[in-house]
């Protein structure tokens, strides 16, 4: 049998897509990462993914995994000639269980979905991202997503009690029984976490849910400057129950105002804005703690509080659609981060060393402040970054500070070459040597988070 | 050079230690396990442990790092020929950061002093245990220590921001820059976490520190039995703040009454008694909280309430006593875990179960309810436990719930036979490749966590 007649044996023949049918399967959704698929398969049942895995493993043909696509690092979307594994079809969502907190959730699940679930059980899931409707809770685990709300919950694996994967030689390892405390040998659900499809294929999640609060209470700062805004960051850590931290520049509000996607309360446009969140039992009580932490704080040159639902997400939509209104400028995407007290000193000096290997280039930096996580994008740059001069600029930038070159989306295919800035020649060492354990004949989203051998 | 005349190179020659200098490192605190170490090494500095391990390496001759030695499953007491690491003079704590709330410690620091330098900034440490006097970071984080505090915060893991650990091959990976988005490959961080010693030797940490509550407020509570024990979990489970669920039962109680460790404030004895501890701005708020939450609760025989610090101790100490004034009877302790809806059924089980196995015995079994997490003592059942008889009895019975064999403690020597009642084949297949990969020659803590092959 052919590795395609296989395929269609396991999983039926309408679910093997091949030709025309691969459509939207075989690139992201930027268009920066595409490739031509040997075939989309699209299992819906953990045996069926153990058997397209065994399969692909016995023919000797590399399998990406992929979920909704949102990812920014070209981790999963194929290479030409992969087979491409879709979690489409993998998509039930449990009944929440109040009394553990937890529920149970299929890999090509939405996030949105599984958020649905949490608040009609009165529960929140700690973790969310613009892109929730879209994007899969196999591809948010597979890339320990990050996100707004990791100031309050921690990143993704904090959230992940129990993980369900196919591994490259098509054995299921399956941790599932939710126990606060279970030391039984190696955090192997830990480990796949994070490992961007390159380890084992994810099928299925118990992910923890968080008593969801009664109130939230939102407060936009207007700032002349990013130390103001970093100076806001210190000034409400007091405040109980701060959930998001996130700021803009006056470059990137232009676009969205441009694009009509959001309005400002504010009448003069500011350099620097923050978004600050707060949840708590009481809204009057939330804004009001805000708005007493930001008493006095210098540089702070505008506020606008919200309690009620529809004001919160007027302040969110100007955060929310930077993305969007980016998207068709083809931008230079960099997703750093730099320790909070170098936040202000790297945006300084970000516009010079873009401007040195892309001339008229003006980055649009936005993100996470309470990480120091930035969204480097930079509208105009791809023709210059065709051989990374401007990804190693960037990036070279943000070592120096000791920070991260990929604080959230990855590695994937587009930063491996630059692994060697965040993490030492032991530790890509290390890492190898558990590729090579647990795929030892590499065919598990091959080209990925490593960089070649000798490279 | 012999092997022993490289590690002097690598540490002085005062600080390798043979014959009878090797008394207390050459068997953990129960005397249960021990053997005879080919040397004592104490290195001070990460080079000084990269060279002992590597000089072991090159001769081929089995390590074990050891901590502070309360450890249970014989994880860190040397077996016959051993090289013992001993992380004694690797115990500085740095200066608590606000800022970032992160602390770093050496290894071989002692839980307690690193509690201390957190409280001197204002902070806490989440992560708490009865041995903190003694026991090492270095050890708390190879087993991935539980205790008392994971309620709130979570089990040691999560408390986990960066570690320095030294591989097989002597090679260094470092991973303490801190940021709390980092999505740079593989989390060799959280591998290393509950590695029981053997993918990597520990020597440094980067941990999270919390705001530490300004008052605490603990209800001692007298019940007809352990349903009304989970019961009283459920109803607890919405007073915010709540950060200690503890039991212990009659058995227990009478042990430690009768060596006055501790004084109860009831007149009469209860079969269960529960500790629960809650956290926040004021205490007589707190003590109210419970209050309230176990106003009308079934089964309820009796209740104290204690807002002072000299009240809180002495409630503790009830709790806290056990484990000394077990240890002279020499029990079998078994550390294990099910599902809170499974608790009450458990201990009403388990003294059948070990009666069966060991006549006469009868269970003592304390721990922390919140995760249905149960330290079950064993006095007088040894002898029935030559070859396991009474272990294999208990475990099944866990396993029957699909609970954990170790809940906090580890796997260490004493489990490893038990291992598959946690973990599947494809899951010990994973875990066993992922040591081979990082020590290929074994020769890190050799017969700890793995069982052997084909065993």
Same mark, same amino acid.
């Given at each position: 049998?052919?590795?395609?007649?296989?395929?269609?044996?396991?999983?039926?023949?309408?679910?093997?897509?091949?030709?025309?049918?691969?459509?939207?399967?075989?690139?992201? /959704?930027?268009?920066?990462?595409?490739?031509?698929?040997?075939?989309?398969?699209? @299992?819906?049942?953990?045996?069926?993914?153990?058997?397209?895995?065994?399969?692909?493993?016995?023919?000797?043909?590399?399998?990406? @995994?992929?979920?909704?696509?949102?990812?920014?690092?070209?981790?999963?979307?194929?290479?030409?000639?992969?087979?491409?594994?879709?979690?489409?079809?993998?998509?039930?969502? !449990?009944?929440?269980?109040?009394? %553990?907190? %937890?529920?149970?959730?299929?890999?090509?699940?939405?996030?949105?979905? +599984?958020?649905?679930?949490?608040?009609?059980?009165?529960?929140? #899931?700690?973790?969310?991202?613009?892109? $929730?409707?879209?994007?899969?809770? !196999?591809?948010?685990?597979?890339?320990?997503?990050?996100?707004?709300? &990791?100031?309050?919950?921690?990143?993704?694996?904090?959230? &992940?009690?129990?993980?369900?994967?196919? #591994?490259?030689?098509?054995? &299921? +390892?399956?941790?599932?029984?939710?126990? @606060?405390?279970?030391?039984?040998?190696?955090?192997?659900?830990?480990?796949?976490?994070?490992?961007?499809?390159?380890?084992?294929?994810?099928?299925?999640?118990?992910?923890?849910?968080?008593?969801?609060?009664?109130? $939230?209470?939102?407060?936009?700062?207007?700032?002349?400057?990013?130390?103001?805004?970093?100076?806001?960051?210190?000034?409400?850590?007091?405040?109980?129950?701060?959930?998001?931290?996130?700021?803009?520049?006056?470059?990137?509000?232009?676009?969205?105002?441009?694009?009509?996607?959001?309005?400002?309360?504010?009448?003069?446009?500011?350099?620097?804005?923050?978004?600050?969140?707060?949840?708590?039992?009481?809204?009057?009580?939330?804004?009001?703690?805000?708005?007493?932490?930001?008493?006095?704080?210098?540089?702070?040159?505008?506020?606008?509080?919200?309690?009620?639902?529809?004001?919160?997400?007027?302040? /969110?939509?100007?955060?929310?659609?930077? %993305?969007?209104?980016?998207?068709?400028?083809?931008?230079?995407?960099?997703?750093?981060?730099?320790?909070?007290?170098?936040?202000?000193?790297?945006?300084?000096?970000?516009?010079?060393?873009?401007?040195?290997?892309?001339?008229?280039?003006?980055?649009?930096?936005?993100?996470?402040?309470?990480?120091?996580? +930035?969204?480097?994008?930079?509208?105009?740059?791809?023709?210059?970054? &065709?051989?990374?001069?401007?990804?190693?600029?960037?990036?070279?930038?943000?070592?120096?500070?000791?920070?991260?070159?990929?604080?959230?989306?990855?590695?994937?295919?587009?930063?491996?070459?630059?692994?060697?800035?965040?993490?030492?020649?032991?530790?890509?060492?290390?890492?190898?040597?558990?590729?090579?354990?647990?795929?030892?004949?590499?065919?598990?989203?091959?080209?990925?988070?490593?960089?070649?051998?000798?490279?």
């Amino acid at each position: 049998m052919s590795l395609l007649e296989q395929l269609a044996a396991a999983v039926g023949e309408r679910n093997v897509l091949t030709g025309d049918l691969v459509a939207g399967y075989d690139r992201d /959704w930027t268009g920066a990462w595409h490739g031509d698929p040997r075939a989309v398969v699209r @299992p819906a049942t953990t045996d069926e993914v153990a058997a397209v895995v065994a399969a692909c493993a016995q023919a000797g043909v590399p399998l990406v @995994p992929q979920g909704g696509n949102t990812g920014l690092v070209g981790a999963a979307s194929p290479s030409d000639g992969e087979v491409v594994l879709s979690t489409t079809r993998l998509r039930a969502v !449990g009944v929440p269980d109040p009394g %553990t907190g %937890t529920v149970e959730a299929e890999a090509g699940a939405t996030l949105e979905a +599984v958020q649905t679930a949490a608040r009609s059980a009165g529960l929140e #899931l700690g973790v969310d991202l613009a892109s $929730r409707g879209t994007a899969t809770i !196999g591809g948010v685990l597979a890339t320990n997503a990050g996100g707004a709300r &990791v100031l309050r919950h921690g990143t993704t694996r904090t959230q &992940v009690l129990g993980l369900e994967a196919v #591994l490259a030689d098509g054995t &299921v +390892v399956t941790r599932m029984n939710g126990l @606060p405390k279970d030391n039984t040998g190696y955090d192997l659900v830990q480990l796949l976490v994070g490992s961007e499809g390159t380890l084992g294929v994810l099928t299925r999640a118990l992910l923890r849910l968080s008593p969801r609060p009664a109130a $939230r209470a939102a407060a936009l700062l207007a700032l002349e400057d990013a130390a103001s805004a970093v100076a806001v960051a210190g000034a409400l850590r007091s405040v109980p129950g701060l959930d998001a931290l996130e700021f803009y520049t006056a470059a990137g509000l232009d676009l969205v105002l441009a694009a009509g996607r959001a309005r400002t309360p504010f009448a003069d446009a500011a350099p620097v804005h923050v978004l600050a969140e707060a949840v708590g039992p009481d809204a009057d009580v939330l804004a009001e703690a805000l708005a007493e932490a930001l008493e006095e704080l210098p540089g702070l040159q505008d506020a606008a509080l919200a309690t009620s639902e529809t004001d919160r997400a007027r302040l /969110w939509a100007l955060r929310e659609s930077h %993305t969007e209104v980016l998207a068709p400028l083809e931008p230079v995407k960099l997703d750093v981060a730099v320790p909070l007290v170098a936040l202000a000193s790297f945006l300084e000096r970000l516009p010079e060393v873009v401007a040195a290997v892309a001339p008229g280039v003006t980055p649009v930096p936005f993100g996470h402040l309470a990480e120091g996580n +930035v969204h480097v994008n930079l509208p105009g740059a791809r023709p210059f970054d &065709v051989d990374g001069a401007v990804t190693d600029a960037v990036l070279g930038l943000v070592a120096s500070y000791s920070g991260s070159i990929s604080a959230e989306h990855g590695i994937g295919r587009a930063k491996r070459r630059w692994l060697h800035l965040g993490r030492s020649a032991a530790d890509v060492a290390a890492m190898r040597a558990v590729k090579q354990a647990l795929d030892p004949a590499g065919l598990l989203s091959p080209g990925r988070v490593l960089p070649d051998p000798l490279a």
